[in-house]
């Protein structure tokens, strides 16, 4: 067979390694689809620099076995490559997931309107503080299946974590390519993010917890906490 | 003490409590009002689950039977428990009602949303709502028809809504009365009262010290008063003394 007719271009794209090509000023030239997500997280001038401070002394390429994390994306190794003047690549390789294997207990899912639940924490919220607070949510997100209660739980103690900041936005959207797997069957993710300029850590724990009792996985950064819900219609 | 069966009126303070309910009202999660004794708690419930059954955790057995078989509950008396972590809340509607402060563990752990409602002293708009309401309620019960101006500074709130109607029905039934009343409650106060042997002496101020009070605080001076009164200045002035009211 004639390799003519295979696209490297195609493969590379959607490989599951992210890969962004720079220019010499660090402007990007090219990336991949999974360099498009984890832009969502990392800064692209901080991986030039890291691209720039590791490359080889000659043209050529250079593995680096170091862990990078990105808030939930977290990578073990790196690799810089070049082979002019005029670009430099850096593709990062996803440290394997041993997560648990996540179960549901059908019993506990309910068919919800989880901008409802959204809406009547932060009324509750308002009525101990007054901080501003932005919402940008999709009012078209269908029902999903979920523990209400515990995810209404969930949704109280991780906004009275922001109780001493002073602006709250909260952003509730679908992810695109992004899955969680429950019982061998990938459902989409639904990504909620509470973000301020600063929050209470002393519950992480519980949170994390509840969030886990109900198969989300949850993020905590010095000023934001993501949480990652399974979409599940039904099952 | 009777139940007290009360309208509500929406206040400012309660509107994120009122919304956050209608917005939960279809879900299957548990909420929890907490608030002192007759502030309209389980008034406000009614009025927005009037279909779901009410029961009292003072009687536990019945608490768990009807936790086993309803999906929907309203749980009043919720500080009544002693073990309340045995509860299982999972896929049900509960709305708890409790007088007292719960552990702040047991609240986080139980419900999902949780809700402290303020007591009447801090529903300034709501109270005169109520005023006017029991006020109403009270001209007619008692079968008055005149007009009357309640001084909210005399009210009580000790009890949230079960005193405050109280005191208003005091106020409209000393605004009412009149000499024969008046006469008759003496009468009753004093067959029951009428003891010891000076017992003339005890009991004139009952008549003096108001009659003296009012009668300074309408005329202002005492030589005015005097002559109202058809006394001596002097002797007024010594009764003045007499109750310190000089």
């Known amino acids: 067979m004639n390799t003519n007719s295979i696209d490297f271009a195609f493969l590379i794209d959607c490989d599951i390694s992210p890969l962004i090509v720079f220019n010499h000023k660090g402007q990007i030239v090219w990336l991949n689809e999974s360099a498009e997500i984890l832009l969502g997280y990392a800064d692209h001038r901080e991986l030039f620099e890291i691209a720039l401070n590791n490359a080889s002394k000659d043209f050529g390429h250079k593995n680096i076995m170091r862990e990078l994390h990105y808030k939930q994306l977290n990578f073990y190794a790196f690799q810089i490559a070049y082979k002019c003047e005029e670009w430099i690549s850096i593709r990062l390789f996803y440290r394997p997931r041993s997560n648990k294997e996540l179960h549901i207990d059908s019993k506990k899912l309910m068919p919800t309107n989880i901008n409802l639940i959204l809406e009547a924490t932060i009324s509750m919220f308002h009525m101990q503080f007054k901080n501003n607070l932005k919402l940008f949510v999709d009012q078209d997100i269908p029902n999903i299946s979920m523990d209400q209660n515990s995810f209404s739980k969930l949704l109280r103690k991780a906004l009275n974590s922001f109780s001493n900041s002073d602006n709250i936005e909260i952003s509730l959207k679908m992810t695109i390519g992004e899955f969680i797997k429950i019982d061998g069957k990938r459902y989409p993710i639904l990504r909620l993010k509470f973000k301020s300029n600063e929050r209470l850590s002393k519950d992480d724990k519980d949170i994390e917890n509840i969030a886990n009792s109900i198969q989300v996985i949850s993020f905590f950064e010095e000023k934001y906490i993501v949480f990652d819900i399974p979409f599940i219609k039904s099952l | ?246």
């Open chain 2, 1 to 246: 003490m009777s139940k007290i069966e009360y309208i509500s009126f929406r206040s400012p303070e309660l509107t994120n409590i009122i919304r956050g309910l209608e917005l939960t009202h279809e879900l299957y999660v548990a909420t929890i009002l907490i608030g002192e004794p007759y502030i309209g708690k389980r008034t406000l419930i009614r009025q927005i689950f009037p279909d779901i059954p009410q029961i009292s955790a003072k009687d536990k057995k019945e608490l768990e039977t009807a936790l086993n078989i309803e999906e929907s509950l309203v749980i009043t008396d919720f500080e009544e428990l002693d073990n309340p972590d045995k509860l299982d809340f999972q896929n049900k509607r509960v709305i708890a009602i409790a007088n007292k402060t719960i552990s702040s563990r047991v609240l986080d752990d139980k419900f999902a949303f949780i809700y402290k409602v303020p007591p009447l002293k801090e529903r300034k708009s709501e109270l005169k709502e109520f005023i006017s309401y029991f006020l109403k309620k009270a001209k007619e019960d008692l079968m008055v028809d005149i007009d009357i101006t309640i001084d909210s500074k005399r009210l009580d709130l000790s009890k949230n809504l079960l005193s405050l109607r109280a005191s208003i029905y005091k106020e409209v039934l000393i605004n009412s009365m009149g000499f024969k009343d008046i006469e008759e409650v003496l009468k009753s106060f004093f067959y029951k009262s009428l003891d010891g042997d000076n017992a003339y002496r005890d009991n004139l101020p009952l008549f003096e010290r108001p009659l003296l009070k009012s009668g300074l605080n309408r005329y202002g001076s005492q030589l005015k008063l005097s002559k109202v009164l058809g006394i001596n200045r002097n002797t007024l002035r010594k009764k003045l003394n007499e109750y310190q009211l000089d």
